[in-house]
T-cell receptor, first 115, second 113 residues
Framework: NAGVTQTPKFQVLKTGQSMTLQCAQDMNHEYMSWYRQDPGMGLRLIHYSVGAGITDQGEVPNGYNVSRSTTEDFPLRLLSAAPSQTSVYFC??????????????FGQGTRLTVV | KNQVEQSPQSLIILEGKNCTLQCNYTVSPFSNLRWYKQDTGRGPVSLTIMTFSENTKSNGRYTATLDADTKQSSLHITASQLSDSASYICVVSLNTNAGKSTFGDGTTLTVKP
C-alpha cells in the first residue's frame, strides 16, 4: 500500500507565486486534512474534508484553498505565496466509522520555502 | 481555549533507560487522546489512541496512561533504544462531528548510547 502520498517533497517559491501541494491516499478514507508544522510548534490544521465534495476551514486557513472532487485526492493551493507560509506541510487521512476510533495516517511532508 | 501542553520540551536519556513524557490538556468536550512518534523529516506515526473510559494502552515498549478527571496523560517508554530518538506528540480530539484535534508542541527525545 502506498498510504498517503504527498508531492513534491521540497519546493522553493518566490513571494507572490501560486502552487498546489498534492495529496493522494489509496485507503478509501473519508476524512482528509492538511496541517502545517513550524519549528518548535505543534501541527496546526489548515483545512479538512469529511468526504468528497465537502471541505471546511481549520485553525489557520488564510492564504490556502482546498477542494475534494474525489475520495482519493485532496490538493492544497497556495494562492499568493508569502514568506510566512514557509513551513512543512503534512497531509493526513483516516476512515470515519461511527462510534469507533480510527487511526490517522500521515504523508511524508512537503517542505516549502518562500523567498 | 483548547490547549495541549507537553513536558518536558526535550529530554536526553541513555540507551536502556526508561522515561516518561507528560501531556496536560484543557480540550473540551473530550473525545480521545492520541500519542504520535515523529522521526526527523517524516510524518507522525500513531502509537496509541485512548478514549475517556480507558486509562492505559500499550504498544510494545510504549505505554500511555490517561486520567480524564485531571486531564493528564503520560507516555512511558521502557528500555529505550536509539531508534526511540524522535519527537513525541500528544493530540487531543473534540467530541464533535468533525472531531477537530489540538496538537501539542511535542517532546524531543534523544537516546544516547
Amino acid at each position: 500500500n502506498a498510504g498517503v502520498t504527498q508531492t513534491p517533497k521540497f519546493q522553493v517559491l518566490k513571494t507572490g507565486q501560486s502552487m498546489t501541494l498534492q495529496c493522494a491516499q489509496d485507503m478509501n478514507h473519508e476524512y482528509m486534512s492538511w496541517y502545517r508544522q513550524d519549528p518548535g510548534m505543534g501541527l496546526r490544521l489548515i483545512h479538512y474534508s469529511v468526504g468528497a465534495g465537502i471541505t471546511d476551514q481549520g485553525e489557520v486557513p488564510n492564504g490556502y484553498n482546498v477542494s475534494r472532487s474525489t475520495t482519493e485526492d485532496f490538493p492544497l493551493r497556495l494562492l499568493s505565496a508569502a514568506p510566512s507560509q514557509t513551513s512543512v506541510y503534512f497531509c493526513a487521512s483516516r476512515p470515519t466509522r461511527r462510534g469507533a476510533l480510527t487511526e490517522a495516517f500521515f504523508g511524508q511532508g512537503t517542505r516549502l520555502t518562500v523567498v | 481555549k483548547n490547549q495541549v501542553e507537553q513536558s518536558p520540551q526535550s529530554l536526553i536519556i541513555l540507551e536502556g533507560k526508561n522515561c516518561t513524557l507528560q501531556c496536560n490538556y484543557t480540550v473540551s468536550p473530550f473525545s480521545n487522546l492520541r500519542w504520535y512518534k515523529q522521526d526527523t523529516g517524516r510524518g507522525p506515526v500513531s502509537l496509541t489512541i485512548m478514549t475517556f473510559s480507558e486509562n492505559t494502552k500499550s504498544n510494545g515498549r510504549y505505554t500511555a496512561t490517561l486520567d480524564a478527571d485531571t486531564k493528564q496523560s503520560s507516555l512511558h517508554i521502557t528500555a529505550s533504544q536509539l531508534s526511540d530518538s524522535a519527537s513525541y506528540i500528544c493530540v487531543v480530539s473534540l467530541n464533535t462531528n468533525a472531531g477537530k484535534s489540538t496538537f501539542g508542541d511535542g517532546t524531543t527525545l534523544t537516546v544516547k548510547p
